[in-house]
């Protein structure tokens, strides 16, 4: 069974950045897609980057578009991902929870692009507040 683990959340000010981290192992087949969806408690969801398993084609939300980037380096070896998220110019409006994810085909879930994210970890606070 895959253990998604996230770090990096925090407070932060209007304008300033974070880099998210997660650390992804267990795998025992392929994936469709991995990345991070946002939700507040008691809110809808919203997927917010992915990038796809098979490839390195990255998608992203609209509302974080040009301000947050993706990446992913992998260990074979180990059957593990180690994935990163870079972001810049916060809003408060982007204060929320962000989960770890990943799209194991099954469509369903947050979507964001082509994936859907039906497996996730326990998410890290990010606040974005003066």
């Known amino acids: 069974q895959v253990q998604l683990v996230e770090s990096g959340g925090g407070l932060v000010q209007p304008g300033g950045s974070l880099r998210l981290s997660c650390v992804a192992s267990?795998?025992?087949?392929?994936?469709?897609?991995i990345g991070w969806f946002r939700q507040a408690p008691g809110k809808g969801h919203e997927g917010v980057a992915c990038i796809s398993g098979g490839d390195d084609t990255t998608y992203y939300a609209d509302s974080v578009k040009d301000r947050f980037t993706i990446s992913r380096h992998n260990d074979d070896g180990k059957n593990t991902v180690f994935l990163q998220m870079n972001m810049t110019r916060l809003k408060p409006e982007d204060t929320d929870i962000y989960f770890c994810a990943i799209d194991f085909g099954l469509k369903r879930g947050a979507k964001v692009g082509s994936c859907y994210f039906g497996s996730w970890g326990q998410g890290t606070q990010v606040t974005v507040s003066s």
């Open positions: 267990g795998f025992t087949s392929d994936y469709h897609g």
